[in-house]
């Protein structure tokens, strides 16, 4: 073979090596998509909502000045709501053992 058969089999071997990575890496983008949707989606869900919580928590602040014992109330409340059922959740991964 000459020198430009040569050059010009070698080119064509790397064009389809190229065209064979680029179909690889569309595949590997598609695949990615398609496992993080449902993150997006989440994730999108949550700054649609970034305006509605702004304001939420600004009239809680607002309540909470005026009305500070019920704030505190609910505030015991959660924290032992919260060490109960992590007793409870022990005390479940215990029995099982």
Not at 32 to 43: E, I, P
Not at 73 to 88: E, F, H, I, Y
């Amino acid at each position: 073979m000459s020198s430009r058969q040569e050059r010009a089999h070698r080119t064509a071997d790397l064009l389809s090596e190229i065209q064979q990575q680029r179909l690889d890496l569309n595949a590997g983008c598609r695949d990615w998509r398609d496992a993080t949707t449902r993150l997006d989606r989440g994730w999108n869900t949550l700054l649609n909502m970034r305006t509605w919580a702004i304001a939420g928590s600004s009239l809680v602040a607002l309540w909470s000045v005026r009305h500070p014992r019920f704030l505190l109330r609910w505030g015991k409340r959660g924290v032992g709501l919260w060490s109960t059922w992590r007793v409870l959740r022990k005390a479940l991964r215990n029995m099982r053992r």
